[in-house]
């Protein structure tokens, strides 16, 4: 017991320790994670053994993750992927295997063994892929939503390859000793010993009974157990939901992990589904990240030294060819910009599941252990080697288009507006839309030829250029304009626009957007005639229809937004000038922050008085202007 609580405490310091360091350095939790692993593995021998027998239980951590994203997607949502998910995924599989295979049979090697390392090194790493997408906020782009596809594929594929590669086994192999399973995976299997026909029924059943059970059974199993209120009885039932699941599709050959996100697509309509979701996620992440070790920590550098050239070499070249490949499918399905970058370099590396094939592959006597100890080595290395791959594309490739998108020319502007708008996001469209509407001509400028492109498509006319460049403003009038709309969401640019505007042309007005408090002063101290916080309202808005959603009268949430607005304008200026005047010139410094306590002291004041007794004369209804209000003309009493 205490051997095994040595080991969990090493595994967690290391974690601990590397994780939040490599995330400082760019480098991302799972690079943390591996280089954890070689430091208490190969390099200290603080542990042994026991990361093999580690490694498989970590494994239920992917398992994991494919439920979580199976919980999001419905099955309109898996239908409409069908076209990438069969393409571009089936593409990948079989071309990536046949150009290996042909490899390694040049290498001299018999063709039962080359197209067996052609399938192991087919797949890629879905752990490592989909983690990284989840950090770096890549899953919603096109490449991103691609490499998923290709994943998914990779998992459903390793279904036929379990059933093909026992018939590859070596005659040589099968008449030596050495006949022990990898993982005593198959000595769990239902349907080893079947007939093929009884083993696909079974297999079809298994599969159609997940199905009827998530859909008709799920909802009363989660009900009973919901009305207990025990919170871990949930959790409790969520984690031998999953388990459970790994399980069946273990006993009938099935990848565990497509069984969990088939269950995952099946619950993703549940009531349920966002309850699931928040007690797998904490075991799914710290799996995760033990397998992430345990990959860091099986690395031999013994075997390493022997054959570095050889080892080296193969997974360089391993992942070049996979890049080749994953290139050339990302220009036939025509991926754009960095998402064609994307796509090849997230998969460019061989997967977890390579440890269990490369294993079961011994264990039916299709690999000599010698060999596959070699390539076990070649597929850790290459997802070692992957973390490097996103900081590749993240520092050099995805800049580069940045850069080469914002080197466009500049529209030519063939009209003059009363008003211009910088940015036409969701900010800049709606005041757009509002002055149009109210028959102002605007000139809407935006340095994205992405969203040009998609306001043009919706009649909304607007033009590529960077605001914050003095000619485009010029070619924009801002010499005849009235009105200047900063709606970008740069506050560097932002700020620069503003400060040209106000020096070379004072008679304009800036109504500009604010990201944050101090965003918001900056912008007031370089004479903005109105800034506004961009989120400021709609989580006022939020904030009084809770009030009404938890009982309060419409009349007093009303009152409480007026209040709060009333508090925070009297306080705007102290509080400003308090930024203005602080530390080093400017700050947040213990005298603003004894203002802003002292205005959240009077707010809390403020809104516990009961005003239905008393009406300030502001809180009276609102009354339109005077006939003749916008030509000057109003109607004098006579």
């Known amino acids: 017991m205490t051997g095994f609580l040595l080991n969990a405490f090493i595994y967690l310091l290391a974690a601990v320790i590397m994780v939040p360091l490599a995330k400082r350095l760019g480098l991302g939790s799972v690079l943390g994670y591996l280089i954890a692993g070689v430091i208490i593995g190969p390099l200290t021998g603080l542990v042994g053994q026991e990361t093999q027998t580690i490694q498989h239980f970590a494994e239920y951590g992917v398992v994991m993750m494919l439920f979580l994203v199976g919980l999001e997607l419905d099955p309109k949502s898996l239908w409409r992927m069908r076209a990438r998910l069969l393409g571009l995924g089936g593409l990948q599989v079989v071309l990536t295997a046949a150009a290996v295979t042909g490899l390694a049979m040049a290498a001299g090697l018999v063709w039962s063994v080359a197209l067996t390392v052609g399938l192991i090194f087919s797949l890629s790493s879905t752990a490592i892929v989909l983690q990284t997408f989840n950090e770096k906020g890549l899953s919603k782009r096109e490449g991103g939503r691609s490499a998923f596809s290709v994943l998914l594929f990779q998992d459903i594929a390793v279904i036929p390859m379990l059933a093909l590669i026992p018939l590859l086994a070596l005659p040589e192999l099968l008449n030596s000793a050495a006949h022990a399973a990898s993982d005593g995976h198959e000595d769990m299997t239902l ?35 919901a009305g207990s209120g025990l919170r871990e009885a949930f959790t409790a039932t969520a984690l031998m939901l999953v388990i459970g699941i790994a399980a069946l599709m273990s006993m009938i050959g099935l990848s565990p992990a497509l069984g969990t996100f088939l269950a995952g697509v099946v619950l993703a309509n549940s009531e349920f589904r966002h309850e699931l979701e928040s007690d797998i996620e904490p075991f799914k992440g710290l799996l995760l990240g033990l397998f992430f070790i345990t990959v860091g920590a099986g690395i031999r550098f013994d075997v390493l030294e022997q054959n570095l050239a050889i080892i080296v070499g193969m997974t360089l070249g391993l992942m070049l060819l996979k890049l080749l490949i994953l290139l050339v499918l990302g220009l036939i399905f025509r991926m754009r ?21 490369l294993n079961y592959s011994v264990g039916q006597s299709v690999l000599p252990a010698e060999l596959a100890q070699k390539l076990s080595m070649v ?46 996001g969701r900010f800049g469209q709606i005041v757009n839309r509002i002055l149009v509407a109210n028959g102002y001509t605007t000139i809407v400028l935006d340095h994205k030829p992405e969203t040009i492109d998609i306001m043009r498509r919706v009649n909304i006319k607007s033009y590529y250029g960077d605001a914050s460049r003095p000619d485009l403003l010029h070619s924009a009038g801002i010499d005849e304009a009235r009105l200047l709309v900063i709606a970008i969401d740069d506050p560097q640019r932002a700020l620069t626009m503003l400060q040209h505007v106000k020096q070379a042309h004072p008679h304009v007005q800036v109504l500009a957007r604010a990201f944050d408090r101090r965003d918001f002063y900056e912008l007031k101290d370089a004479g903005a005639d109105f800034v506004i916080s961009e989120t400021y309202h709609s989580a006022l808005e939020t904030g009084v229809e809770s009030l009404r959603r938890l009982g309060v009268h419409a009349y007093r949430a009303e009152q409480i937004r007026r209040h709060f607005m009333r508090t925070e304008s009297e306080h705007s200026d102290t509080l400003f000038n308090s930024w203005r005047n602080g530390g080093e010139g400017r700050g947040f410094d213990d005298q603003y922050r004894k203002l802003f306590i002292e205005m959240q002291e009077r707010l809390l004041e403020v809104m516990q008085t009961d005003r239905m007794d008393s009406h300030s004369p502001s809180e009276r209804g609102w009354t339109p202007p005077p006939p003749g209000y916008e030509t000057g003309e109003e109607h004098k009493p006579s």
């Open 191 to 225: 349907v080893s010993h079947l007939p093929g026909w009884a083993n696909a029924l079974v297999v079809m059943g298994s599969v159609a009974g997940l199905v009827l059970a998530g859909r008709y059974l799920s909802r009363p199993l989660f009900r009973f157990v």
């Open 337 to 357: 910009s960095s998402d064609f970058w994307l796509f090849g370099l997230s998969l460019a590396q061989a997967g977890e599941f390579g440890f269990v094939l």
């Open 379 to 424: 597929v850790a290395l290459s997802m070692f080697l992957t973390p490097a791959l996103f900081i590749v594309f993240e520092k050099l490739i995805q800049p580069r288009y940045r850069q080469n998108s914002d080197d466009r020319a500049a529209d030519t502007i063939d009209e003059k507006g009363s008003v211009i708008i910088a940015g036409s």
